[in-house]
């Protein structure tokens, strides 16, 4: 079983920075895709950010410039810096990993449990 265990939200201002956390742990032995998503209240969840094992990163448009993602294979771990956050990033952040092999067995899909986010003035 792969477990991710998010890290990191918090409140913040707008025009701060966050960064965001996610250990996968178990007996991994690969990850495909790790990614990031949001929810905001009353809203659908949506992709905020991915990455490739390689490190092909692929960014919503409204995270364009100022998120960035990245992973330390090694670790099993994605990361998520958010700058110049804005009231409309808050949100309850997801780890989301999409094909990970664990102990000789595949996962097509796991996710965390979240992590608030709040943008406020």
């Known amino acids: 079983q792969v477990q991710l265990v998010e890290s990191g939200g918090g409140v913040v201002q707008p025009g701060g920075s966050l960064r965001l956390s996610c250990a996968a742990s178990?007996?991994?032995?690969?990850?495909?895709?790790m990614a990031w998503y949001r929810q905001a209240p009353g809203k659908q969840r949506e992709m905020v950010a991915a990455?490739?094992?390689?490190?092909?990163?692929n960014y919503a448009d409204s995270a364009k410039g100022r998120f960035t993602i990245s992973r330390d294979n090694a670790k099993n771990t994605v990361y998520l810096q958010m700058n110049s956050l804005k009231l409309e990033d808050t949100a309850v952040y997801y780890c989301h990993v999409d094909g990970a092999y664990s102990g000789g067995l595949y996962y097509p899909n796991s996710w965390g449990q979240g992590t608030q986010v709040t943008v406020s003035s």
């Open positions: 990455i490739s094992a390689g490190g092909t990163t």
């Open positions: 178990g007996s991994i032995d690969s990850i495909n895709l």
